[in-house]
């Protein structure tokens, strides 16, 4: 079992910053697949940016060039830098995390709790 808790989120302002932290039960490195997503209300959730066990990151095109996806191994967190947040970045944030044993039948997945972002006009 993989317990995720996110941090982070707020309440900011139309150009500002915020950076989610989801912190990993677990060594990170084992984790095949990372990611974000998020959810508003009404919508579907939708992958934003996703990061594999490679070290390569994508992101949904909506945030490219604002949003960064990372990795830090040894505190087994993964981070979601925004910047230059519009109004419709607004969502509820989930971290969530894919993991493929070798050898195995199946892969697992794990969900964060989730943190709201709110981002004002």
């Known amino acids: 079992q993989v317990q995720l808790v996110e941090s982070g989120g707020g309440l900011v302002q139309a150009g500002g910053s915020l950076t989610l932290s989801c912190a990993a039960s677990?060594?990170?490195?084992?984790?095949?697949?990372m990611s974000w997503y998020r959810q508003a209300p009404g919508n579907e959730r939708e992958l934003v940016a996703l990061?594999?066990?490679?070290?390569?990151?994508q992101y949904i095109d909506s945030v490219k060039g604002r949003f960064t996806i990372s990795r830090d191994n040894a505190k087994n967190t993964v981070y979601l830098q925004m910047n230059s947040l519009k109004p419709e970045d607004t969502a509820v944030y989930y971290c969530?995390?894919?993991?493929?044993?070798?050898?195995?039948?199946?892969?697992?997945?794990?969900w964060g709790q989730g943190t709201q972002v709110t981002v004002s006009s």
């Open positions: 990061s594999p066990r490679d070290g390569s990151a």
């Open positions: 969530h995390a894919v993991k493929r044993p070798i050898g195995g039948l199946r892969e697992y997945e794990y």
């Open positions: 677990v060594n990170i490195f084992s984790i095949n697949d």
